[in-house]
């Protein structure tokens, strides 16, 4: 059987195995990346690689982060992954930064 992906902008979607007894798996199966409907990467085994790809995915492609979805990606890029924008860069809110903070400090 195939997922209904229609009028999905963004989404990891996880196979899990027969015996998965809760809501949640996270040691999938494979995960697969769809953008705009279509499945644009599968086979994936780490929710962590799926998630980094899929920011890859939608700053290489030039994607506007869905506007559901604004704020949680907002703060996974700027708190989780370091990423932020420089204050005289030309952006609108919901599109991926390119600056990436590399301030040692962070990291201590």
Known sequence: DEPDIANTAVALLTTVSENTTGPIDFSPASI??????????????????????????????????????IHTFTFTQTVIMGITCCSNTETSDNSVCIWINLDTRAFA
């Open 32 to 69: 697969a990346i769809v953008v705009e409907d279509d499945i644009v990467v599968s086979d994936l085994h780490e929710m962590a690689d799926a998630f980094v790809l899929l920011f890859g995915l939608m700053y290489a492609l030039h994607l506007d982060y869905p506007k559901k979805l």
